[in-house]
């Protein structure tokens, strides 16, 4: 069976287009926020890639279609990879900018030469972002949290393979050029449809995943606002300024500030296997615990969808250690109260000043950390930062 260009744009745009819609809906009727949203830009933008290459097969002289495909295709790699980046909480000025650049580089390359430059025009400024954001995309997702997602893993391979083929397109474009057999065999427009259909496919399966893993928690845990002095809890984003200023007056007196982070790591799985009622009351629960059992002069703020950390100055790490495991036994008893007699994994982790410093932002990684093993190991309840 041989497969005109037409067709095979066809084909490509109703893969790319349906999954890109599917996706998009999904993401309006769930709420998404962070990491999903981000997505969603790169499915629309692959939407876009798309539709300017059709009109590109179909127009004859629409060199400008080329410009739009060839942007928006990097548009849509660099925010499959701005997405990772945002699930794994990391930075997002710098990486956005350096997409931004790719993708009007993209544009302008395709503009200069403008209806001279023929079917390849710009490719060289379109091959490289490609590989360069997917080889980023792949890494990110064996960091983080994602690193910790078994379906993580499968984005990872695909956005490698992806680098992967870019370079080697690019090699045999620069060596071979656009009209040698080998670069129309293996790496032509027909071939990189079929590849981008295959990739998109699994694309939308394995972010929905990841999405999913993360949109049910938002809904057990109600924000509470900047401040919220009825349930005496403040968010993520305010809790930096609280812990600067504690850290700041405690280095000068030379006292120790105790940060202790409580997390929750199977909520979800809770969900799935009880039901969204009972993982909703886990949650009040381990909320109001979690207040409730923390000396009354500490900071307690929201980390993430499913932790909390508590911030105070302390006069030893013994009592650091020893306010933190009451907190522990106080929320394994409250959640041992709640139905079906569900308990689930709680992790611990202090982090003192005398051995991570007075950065907040050292000091609560350090925390993050032994929270994480303490989770992880069942014969330990409340887990201290070493330190190095």
């Known amino acids: 069976m041989t497969l005109d260009l037409a067709s095979v744009h066809l084909i490509t745009a109703l893969v790319v287009n349906v999954s890109g819609v599917l996706f998009i809906i999904e993401t309006i009727l769930r709420r998404d926020e962070g990491a999903g949203r981000i997505w969603s830009l790169a499915f629309l933008a692959g939407m876009l890639t798309t539709l300017a290459y059709t009109v590109w097969v179909l127009s004859e002289g629409a060199w400008w279609a080329i410009a739009v495909g060839n942007a928006s295709f990097v548009a849509g790699t660099g925010c499959m990879w701005l997405g990772c980046r945002r699930f794994n909480g990391r930075r997002m000025q710098w990486a956005s900018l350096v997409v931004a650049a790719g993708v009007i580089g ?31 995309g792949a890494t990110e997702c064996f960091r983080g949290d994602m690193r910790e997602s078994r379906t993580a893993w499968v984005l990872g391979a695909v956005l490698g393979f992806q680098s992967l083929y870019y370079v080697s397109r690019t090699t045999a ?18 071939s990189t449809s079929f590849l981008t259909v295959t990739l998109t496919i699994v694309a939308v399966v394995v972010t929905s995943v990841l999405r999913a893993s993360r949109a049910p928690m938002r809904g057990y845990l109600m924000r509470a606002p900047s401040g919220d002095a009825e349930s005496g809890i403040v968010d993520g984003s305010s809790f930096p ?6 850290c700041d007056r405690a280095s000068r007196r030379g006292e120790l500030v105790a940060v202790t982070s409580v997390r929750l790591d199977d909520l979800d799985d809770i969900s799935t296997a009880f039901g969204s009622d009972v993982a909703g009351a886990v949650s009040e629960t381990w909320r109001a615990g979690v207040r409730r059992h923390a000396p009354t002069n500490a ?6 969808p499913t932790g909390f950390v508590v911030a105070l100055a302390v006069a030893s790490g013994p009592e650091a250690r020893r306010q933190a495991g009451a907190i522990y036994r106080a929320l394994f008893d409250d959640l041992a109260k709640v139905g079906e007699g569900v308990i689930p994994v709680v992790g611990v982790g202090v982090a003192l000043s005398d051995s991570a410093g007075y950065e907040p932002a050292r000091l609560v990684g350090a925390a993050r950390d032994a929270a994480s093993r303490a989770a992880a190991n069942v014969e330990t309840s409340v887990l201290v930062d070493e330190g190095e």
């Open 106 to 136: 993209a544009a302008v390359a395709v503009a200069v030469e403008g209806a001279q430059g023929g079917d390849w025009a710009g490719a060289l400024w379109m091959f490289v972002p490609l590989l360069a954001f997917a080889a980023a």
């Open 173 to 190: 474009f620069v060596t071979s050029g656009p009209d040698s057999a080998l670069f129309r065999t293996a790496f032509g427009t027909i």
């Open 241 to 246: 300024a609280f812990l600067e200023v504690l």
């Open 299 to 304: 900071v307690v703020a929201e980390d993430g």
